[in-house]
T-cell receptor
Framework: SAVISQKPSRDICQRGTSLTIQCQVD?????MFWYRQQPGQSLTLIAT?????????ESGFVIDKFPISRPNLTFSTLTVSNLSPEDSSIYLC?????????????FGSGTRLTVV | KNQVEQSPQSLIILEGKNCTLQ??????????LRWYKQDTGRGPVSLTI?????NTKSNGRYTATLDADTKQSSLHITASQLSDSASYIC?????????FGKGTRLSVIA
């Protein structure tokens, strides 16, 4: 089955800086999703990234804080800007349809961000 | 508000024993329900997918059941292994976004 490569796998960042997370898929996909998983919590969708258009953000998430790029059908980046300790989470990208089923969602291995 | 509730929150079992995890949902309309396994610090990995017309699905030692009338699902793990220690997340699909449960944290001890 197709593979999602996400990096970095983890990082420790200073307050006020930014972190850019990359997600590479080895097949073309229409939509890519970015999630946040805070400690002990379920996954929360940040935004949906479509190639050739602006990302669609969920309630509570804004483009200035979480800018997303989607330059082609196999790649996307999520930047977490102006970091604060509250941003310490696991960030995951996900795509639809890689598991051989129209209902399939596949996740990247995640980026564990710690803000100090 | 669509919700997915999982129980228990955490569970500790001895290696070789069986266990069952529960998932109740209020998501409607309902398209499919998935169980994922998430190792610590990793992304979720799909175990099973069931549509509303399916009431059981197996993947090795993992067997998921679904009762769409009562909106309940369970994940049964047989002959547990140390490597089964992980969080198990129930996810219901009614379109984007997916609705995630908070997961059950399973610890298998020797």
């Amino acid at each position: 089955s197709a593979v999602i490569s996400q990096k970095p796998s983890r990082d420790i960042c200073q307050r006020g800086t930014s972190l850019t997370i990359q997600c590479q898929v080895d097949s073309q996909v229409t939509m890519m999703f970015w999630y946040r998983q805070q400690p002990g919590q379920s996954l929360t969708l940040i935004a949906t990234a479509n190639q050739g258009s602006e990302a669609t953000y969920e309630s509570g998430f804004v483009i200035d804080k979480f800018p997303i790029s989607r330059p082609n059908l196999t790649f996307s980046t999520l930047t977490v800007s102006n970091l604060s300790p509250e941003d310490s989470s696991i960030y995951l990208c996900s795509v639809e349809g890689l598991s051989g089923s129209r209902y399939g969602y596949t996740f990247g291995s995640g980026t564990r961000l710690t803000v100090v | 508000k669509n919700q997915v509730e999982q129980s228990p929150q955490s569970l500790i079992i001895l290696e070789g024993k069986n266990c069952t995890l529960q998932c109740n949902y209020t998501v409607s309309p309902f398209s499919n329900l998935r169980w994922y396994k998430q190792d610590t610090g990793r992304g979720p990995v799909s175990l099973t997918i069931m549509t509303f017309s399916e009431n059981t699905k197996s993947n090795g030692r993992y067997t998921a059941t679904l009762d769409a009338d009562t909106k309940q699902s369970s994940l049964h793990i047989t002959a547990s292994q140390l490597s089964d220690s992980a969080s198990y997340i129930c996810v219901v699909y009614d379109g984007t976004p997916l609705v995630f449960g908070k997961g059950t944290r399973l610890s298998v001890i020797a």
